[in-house]
């Protein structure tokens, strides 16, 4: 047995504080988190939990923050070359940056290579799960979760459906996307720390056949994910109106086909109307918060208020590379920017909530990771609040956790997370590269 204890700040979220109030998010400013074979053994203030700790080395990190690691409810990993494309909204992006590059996918070995960027990235920026698009090619979802499973992380991911209005090298088939799909949930749904989720890119670019198969899929897989974008752009809408034309709206697409339910993952939804919100509120659906993309992209300002008076579960996303940072920290303080232009300042115990907890609620691992109850899966972040000489000052003159958290998402990068645990076992410490694989 082995067993390992780490004194510092501890943080947490039990439940979401806009809803269960302020005692849903634990702080313990001088904490021990004791881990044990992989798991958590016991979180609390240092002077209730030390007494019964016996012999476990402890090691002292003064100045430090532990957290759950983050979790990206929307990301794209075949995106890692499209951050920071300049200057188009979704429809043209895709045909400019994205679709290009996502062809380069059909290698395997390129897939392999940016397969490792990407989980160094997640891990360097604290994130320790996550849903993630591959691309067309079943090859690319092969790379993903190979890497994901030496890494030990628990990750969900899917190969992309898109039977039409893409370019050559990037369309399947309703067929090969069916049989693909099923491959791929028979070789790694459940393998490791891994998870499937049936994943057609949006009602764009698969035919309604596809979208029936999907559907099809997923009701034979009931514990699989299903994951796609949704009410993300005007133009995009419009042409999903076009295409469409007997469903009343866009989630009206997905309903017909049996894709929306309670392992139902839609990215954006930023111009859904409240009547679609009900609808995924009643379905029990998790809808994906992507601040940075939908800002970047020109997309629009997603209702957080509104989504969460429904009662749906919202979850934090990068969205890379629509979004431009793979940090959910930063998300937090993207979203706060998103919720100040409709005049509301997102509480950042909130918008802490909505990166940890409320990721694995959308990805239902949330009996495995998401917070750090004894139990758990032990992922963590190590944050160091001296990382720069600004945070140290800045972060030294806050007086509340709410604060200081709205300081870290404000000012935070990748040098504020010094470590990164997967289940127990350190998987990436900052200034050292990359950890050596199995
Ligand atoms: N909608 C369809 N595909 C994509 C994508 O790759 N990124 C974003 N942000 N939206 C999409
Ligand atoms: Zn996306």
Excluded at 178 to 195: C, K, N, S
Aim: one cysteine or more.
């Amino acid at each position: 047995m082995s067993r390992k204890a780490y004194r510092a700040g501890l943080l947490h979220a039990l439940d979401d504080p806009s809803r269960a109030g302020p005692d849903a998010i634990a702080y313990h400013p001088d904490g021990l988190l004791v881990v044990e074979d992989g798991h958590v053994a016991a979180f609390g203030a240092y002077a209730d939990v030390a007494p019964a700790l016996k012999d476990a080395p402890v090691e002292h990190l003064p100045g430090r923050l532990i957290a759950p690691g983050f979790v990206d409810a929307h990301v794209h990993y075949p995106q890692v070359d499209v951050i920071a494309a300049w200057g188009a909204q979704l429809l043209d992006w895709l045909q400019a940056h994205t679709f290009p590059t996502e062809q380069a996918f059909a290698d395997r070995g390129h897939a392999d290579a940016v397969a490792q960027v990407f989980l160094d990235q997640l891990l360097a920026n604290g994130t320790t799960s996550a849903l993630a698009f591959c691309t067309v090619h079943r090859t690319s979802a092969e790379a993903l979760f190979e890497a994901a499973l030496a890494r030990n992380m628990r990750l969900m991911a899917g190969k992309v459906l898109m039977d039409r209005n893409a370019p050559e090298g990037l369309t399947d088939t309703v067929r090969t996307g069916r049989a693909d799909t099923e491959a791929l949930i028979r070789a790694w749904h459940g393998r490791g720390r891994l998870g499937y989720a049936v994943t057609p890119r949006f009602a764009v670019t698969s035919s309604d056949a596809q979208l029936a198969m999907a559907g099809e899929v997923l009701a034979a897989h009931p514990d699989v994910l299903l994951h796609t974008h949704m009410s993300e752009n005007a133009a995009e809408i419009a042409e999903v109106g076009r295409l469409f034309p007997q469903d009343r709206d866009y989630l009206a697409v997905y309903e017909r086909h049996g894709l929306v339910g309670r392992r139902s993952v839609f990215a954006h939804c930023v111009h859904c109307d409240e009547e679609a919100m009900e609808r995924l509120a009643k379905a029990g659906a998790s809808v994906a918060f992507c601040p940075s993309s939908n800002l970047l992209l020109g997309s629009g300002l997603f209702g957080l208020k509104r989504a969460c008076a429904h009662g749906i579960n919202v979850a934090l996303a990068t969205d890379v590379g629509g979004g431009g940072s793979f940090s959910l920290l930063n998300m937090m303080g993207e979203a706060y920017k998103v919720g100040q232009l409709q005049g509301d300042s997102l509480d950042p115990l909130h918008a802490f909530y909505l990166a940890t907890l409320a990721g694995a609620r959308a990805l239902h691992i949330d009996g495995r990771v998401g917070n750090l109850a004894p139990g758990k899966e032990a992922d963590f972040v190590v944050l160091d609040l001296g990382a720069t000489p600004l945070l140290a000052r800045r972060t030294a003159r806050t007086r509340t956790l709410a604060e200081m958290l709205f300081v870290l998402a404000v000012l935070a990068d990748d040098r504020l997370v010094e470590r990164t645990y997967l289940m127990g076992a350190l998987a990436h410490q900052r200034g050292l590269a990359a950890q050596p694989r199995a």
